[in-house]
């Protein structure tokens, strides 16, 4: 379906790809990891046509139709979102104005009408209604979400309704990059399903380990302008990578080995008159041998021993009776919670059911209209949103920020911890007031960790970092002593962190006294149980 060949592709200087290979077979599941920077969005764009190689080709089957989900969707028409989904070709999305056009009017008898319906009729626009309709449930719409402009949504909604688009066309290559941006846990778990059942081929670029495992079963890394291809998921492939750094260290050691064997021989005989003819041919030895690079390790996880945090109360915090609601919409009525020393929870539930809303009100962030909210009388508490950032020294470079922070932290620890959460080299010299939106919630995080309260709420804290930085954060936060409550998206990190799971749900709090997966065996909503089919 798929055939990259020789493919080189030089950007500002920089060597992506030289001589690199590629092959997606029809039906096959295929990753593309690497570090960013990489290459892999670039590729993308080789395979779509938008950007040319220097050398080589990029060959797609002249029968293959190919689909793309890009990380950020542009802004919307005055479409709704179910047109948006059914809209699968431009041709069927003016066949269906049109109709509507008419059918509004009551001039369903003219001649543009009927051509309208007989390209609608041709795409089997009649079938694919219904199949959208459940795809849009799928991904958390409402059903009178359905026929809502566009642009009365956020960002997120529209790339879940870009997202239906696609699997309402199911093109034989799905191209998808980050798709589990925009999702919650519940339309995250119903996609993973979906898909697992996806009768076309797929491409994707992802920073969730669980999602990949599921549906995966090759990996192409970018690694060293080459694309080196691993059979089998995620998992398998961090262990055969590992495994093929080894081989490759050996490899180089060996050559080296057996080099300063031969120069030996040759600086040892070479005024030596009767091995002249063997210093000669050990010699050319040396000039036709293919040397080794020396292998570059592959990047791992930076381990740090985070201060903890003084002890708290046994009780953390504590909401009694609280009614929260914006305007007339009741969020919360008679709310009780406690939180308490030790706990580990995450909040679960679908887009919009309060659960960003409850940390703000746990953080002190939002003012509720009646009962009490009760902090522990030595709880220090710490609130990270990836839309908030804390007051910083807009004058500090990233590398004093830390350092600042981190009391008596030395500069190389300071160093390496940004490196994990994506400050390399040069970046650490940035000033604060240069920074984006997701680099000032990085360095939101790492002020976080070098220098911990003992209650710790995030909202989706995993955003904006890599596979790497998201397991530099987990190993940080495994050993943080504290009490932690969290939302994330991140299955991986979820089950390797929650201990209680809260699910929240139209002002209704249940409390499931153990992990993700508990949660989903009590809840039936594991994965095992049912099927759903693409």
């Known amino acids: 379906m798929l055939i990259i060949r020789k493919l080189t592709k030089t950007i500002g200087g920089r060597t992506l790809f030289e001589n690199a290979d590629m092959t997606i077979n029809w039906g096959e599941r295929v990753a593309l990891v690497g570090p960013n920077g990489a290459g ?185 302008e080459q694309l080196i291809s691993y059979t089998g998921n995620y998992t398998s492939y961090l262990e055969q990578r590992n495994k093929r750094y080894t081989q490759k260290v050996q490899a180089y050691r060996n050559q080296n080995k057996e080099i300063e064997r031969v120069q030996e021989f040759i600086d040892r005989f070479r005024s030596v008159t009767s091995k002249a003819a063997q210093v000669q041919s050990r010699v050319k030895q040396l000039e036709k041998m293919n040397r080794l690079p020396k292998p570059i390790a592959p990047r791992k996880v930076f381990k740090f021993n985070f201060p903890q945090p003084k002890r708290s109360n046994q009780k953390v915090i504590e909401l009694e009776k609280v009614h929260m609601a914006y305007g007339e919409k009741v969020i919360y009525e008679s709310l009780d919670l406690t939180i308490e020393r030790g706990d580990r929870m995450v909040l679960v539930g679908p887009n919009g059911a309060g659960k960003s809303t409850l940390l703000k009100i746990l953080a002190g962030q939002l003012e509720f209209q009646s009962g009490t909210r009760k902090a522990g009388f030595n709880t220090q508490l710490g609130y990270y949103s990836q839309h908030r950032t804390e007051s910083m020294n807009e004058a500090n470079t990233v590398l004093e920020e830390v350092m600042a922070s981190g009391g008596d932290m030395r500069e190389d620890e300071a160093r390496s911890i940004l490196g994990s959460f994506l400050f390399r080299r040069a970046d650490v010299h940035k000033k604060i007031r240069v920074l984006s939106g997701g680099e000032k919630s990085r360095l939101n995080l790492v002020k976080f960790l070098v220098n911990p309260p003992n209650l710790l709420l995030m909202d989706e804290p995993t955003t904006h970092l890599d596979i790497i930085s998201i397991e530099a954060l987990l190993q940080a936060l495994k050993h943080y002593e504290g009490t932690l409550v969290f939302i994330s998206h991140d299955v991986h990190f979820i089950k390797n962190l929650a201990e209680t799971t809260l699910h929240v749900d139209n002002g209704k709090l249940t409390r499931y006294a153990g992990g993700y997966d508990y949660y989903l065996e009590k809840s039936g909503l594991d994965d095992s149980r049912g099927s759903v089919t693409a």
């Open 40 to 224: 892999k969005s670039t590729l993308f764009k080789m395979i779509l046509k938008e950007v040319d190689a220097d050398t080589g080709s990029v060959e797609v089957d002249d029968y293959a139709i190919t689909g793309y989900l890009a990380q950020e969707a542009g802004d919307p028409g005055d479409e709704t979102i179910l047109e948006i989904a059914i809209s699968i070709t431009p041709e069927l999305t003016q066949a269906i104005r049109t109709m509507r056009e008419h059918e509004a009017a009551g001039t369903t008898d003219s001649g543009d009408y009927h051509k309208a319906q007989d390209v609608f009729d041709a795409a089997n626009g009649y079938q694919l209604e219904p199949k959208a309709k459940k795809i849009l449930a799928g991904l958390g719409f409402a059903s009178d979400a359905f026929d809502s402009p566009a642009p009365e949504f956020s960002g997120g909604w529209i790339m879940r309704a870009h997202l239906a688009q696609l699997l309402v066309m199911e093109p034989d290559l799905l191209m998808l990059d980050e798709p589990t941006n925009h999702l919650d846990l519940t339309a995250l778990v119903w996609l993973q399903r979906y898909l697992l059942n996806y009768p076309g081929a797929m491409l994707m670029i992802s920073h969730d380990r669980d999602f990949m495992d599921a549906l995966i079963e090759t990996v192409y890394e970018i690694d060293e």
